[in-house]
């Protein structure tokens, strides 16, 4: 068996290959990400072995730079794993490459991980999956978004209207939006009047026994507020800008939820019946381990996730369980601890 090692990057990757005793079996080759580079990788793999069945290819996931490269190599009939960089890493350290980094060393590292390691043959998601899983990662991005936007608002406002934050439950609901979208500073609410200003938190919330209240109450804390003057045009554009930002990223946010709820329904339902788990949770669950049948068993699917727990033991001292490794998927276990503290928290079981 000849075992291939290929080191991706973003125009260029380099291939190496050992035999089954780690004997590297030719100088590594680089190549283009093209489809002329990836006949050259073809027709170099051709030159070391007569069929794809003798020979193993294996490759880090850089990014989303593999995916190219792995699809051409299965369309030719080669058996390619995507590796741990842990396991790489490993070698590295067992051969005294540890301050040696560039493309050819690595691929050979690669082939060695390859040859000495436990892995299995990667499979790409379907159609469906692959769809879930670049949805559920784009909506937690844009959620990140949105909270970056709020803070940034958040602190604005403690700097120039800090009495503001006590005012309604959340400073980002429909009512408070609607102030925060036309005169979020002192300065513009002591020209606006009470009226006006109930009004506009009236259509947004659909509260309108309440907006004289809240009118009333942000003209108080507006007229006595210990907030700073200066830099407070800039601050007020800050703010509505702002505003406008999240309001934009909310919406985007709805729809790709619509979208993920969609797919989950076609893809698989039966997620939503553990408790705790939400689409949301579901889409990114499920998209994130694919095909469950790749995983030998249960705790491969535990080490997949990083939720497996760290061993320390030398001699007669074994600390027992420690912390979780966290080497898996960083999404697959946010989604997870993410249902888990949801059921503990709602469901009575």
């Given at each position: 068996?000849?075992?291939?090692g290929?080191?991706?990057?973003k125009?260029?990757?380099?291939?190496?290959?050992?035999?089954?005793?780690?004997a590297?079996?030719?100088p590594?080759?680089?190549?283009?990400?093209?489809?002329?580079?990836?006949e050259?990788?073809?027709?170099?793999?051709?030159?070391l072995?007569?069929?794809?069945?003798?020979?193993?290819?294996?490759?880090?996931?850089?990014?989303?730079?593999?995916?190219?490269?792995y699809?051409?190599l299965?369309?030719?009939?080669?058996?390619?794993?995507v590796i741990?960089p842990?396991?790489?890493?490993?070698?590295?350290?067992?051969?005294g490459?540890?301050?040696?980094?560039?493309?050819?060393?690595?691929a050979?590292?690669i082939a060695?991980?390859?040859?000495?390691?436990?892995?299995d043959?990667?499979?790409?998601?379907?159609?469906e999956?692959a769809?879930?899983?670049?949805?559920?990662?784009?909506?937690q991005?844009?959620?990140?978004?949105?909270a970056e936007?709020?803070?940034?608002?958040?602190?604005?406002?403690?700097?120039?209207?800090?009495?503001?934050?006590?005012i309604?439950?959340?400073?980002?609901?429909?009512?408070s939006?609607?102030?925060?979208?036309?005169?979020?500073?002192?300065?513009?609410l002591?020209?606006?009047?009470?009226?006006?200003?109930?009004?506009d938190i009236?259509?947004?919330?659909r509260?309108?026994?309440?907006?004289?209240?809240?009118?009333?109450?942000?003209?108080?804390?507006?007229?006595?507020?210990?907030?700073?003057?200066l830099?407070?045009?800039?601050?007020?554009?800050?703010?509505?800008?702002?505003?406008?930002?999240?309001?934009?990223a909310?919406?985007?946010?709805?729809?790709?939820?619509?979208?993920?709820?969609?797919?989950?329904?076609?893809?698989?339902p039966?997620?939503?019946?553990?408790?705790?788990?939400?689409?949301?949770?579901?889409?990114?669950?499920?998209?994130?381990?694919g095909d469950v049948?790749?995983?030998?068993?249960?705790p491969?699917?535990?080490?997949y996730?990083?939720?497996?727990?760290?061993?320390?033991?030398?001699?007669q001292?074994?600390?027992?369980?420690?912390?979780?490794?966290?080497?898996?998927s960083?999404?697959l276990?946010?989604?997870?601890w993410?249902?888990?503290?949801?059921?503990r928290?709602?469901?009575?079981?």
């Amino acid at each position: 068996m000849i075992y291939a090692g290929v080191d991706i990057a973003k125009t260029d990757h380099v291939i190496g290959a050992v035999d089954e005793r780690g004997a590297e079996m030719c100088p590594p080759m680089p190549f283009k990400n093209t489809e002329a580079g990836l006949e050259r990788a073809v027709a170099w793999l051709e030159g070391l072995a007569g069929s794809p069945s003798d020979v193993v290819v294996g490759m880090e996931a850089t990014g989303h730079y593999w995916m190219a490269c792995y699809s051409f190599l299965v369309a030719r009939g080669y058996s390619v794993a995507v590796i741990n960089p842990m396991q790489v890493k490993a070698v590295r350290k067992l051969k005294g490459l540890d301050k040696v980094k560039n493309d050819r060393v690595d691929a050979g590292l690669i082939a060695e991980a390859l040859r000495i390691g436990q892995y299995d043959e990667t499979r790409l998601a379907t159609d469906e999956v692959a769809s879930l899983r670049s949805l559920s990662r784009y909506l937690q991005s844009l959620r990140g978004m949105v909270a970056e936007l709020k803070t940034q608002c958040i602190c604005l406002m403690d700097a120039h209207f800090p009495e503001y934050a006590g005012i309604f439950s959340d400073m980002f609901g429909a009512g408070s939006r609607a102030v925060l979208s036309k005169s979020p500073l002192p300065f513009e609410l002591a020209r606006r009047r009470a009226d006006s200003l109930a009004r506009d938190i009236a259509e947004a919330s659909r509260s309108g026994g309440k907006s004289s209240g809240y009118a009333a109450k942000i003209k108080a804390a507006a007229k006595s507020s210990i907030g700073v003057r200066l830099g407070q045009e800039a601050a007020s554009f800050q703010v509505k800008s702002l505003i406008r930002q999240i309001e934009f990223a909310d919406s985007e946010c709805a729809g790709v939820e619509a979208r993920l709820r969609s797919l989950l329904d076609e893809v698989e339902p039966l997620v939503l019946t553990i408790p705790g788990v939400s689409y949301v949770t579901g889409a990114q669950i499920v998209s994130e381990i694919g095909d469950v049948s790749r995983f030998r068993n249960a705790p491969a699917l535990v080490s997949y996730a990083g939720l497996n727990s760290s061993v320390s033991q030398s001699g007669q001292f074994d600390s027992g369980g420690g912390p979780i490794t966290k080497h898996g998927s960083p999404y697959l276990r946010r989604a997870l601890w993410l249902a888990a503290n949801r059921a503990r928290q709602y469901d009575p079981g």
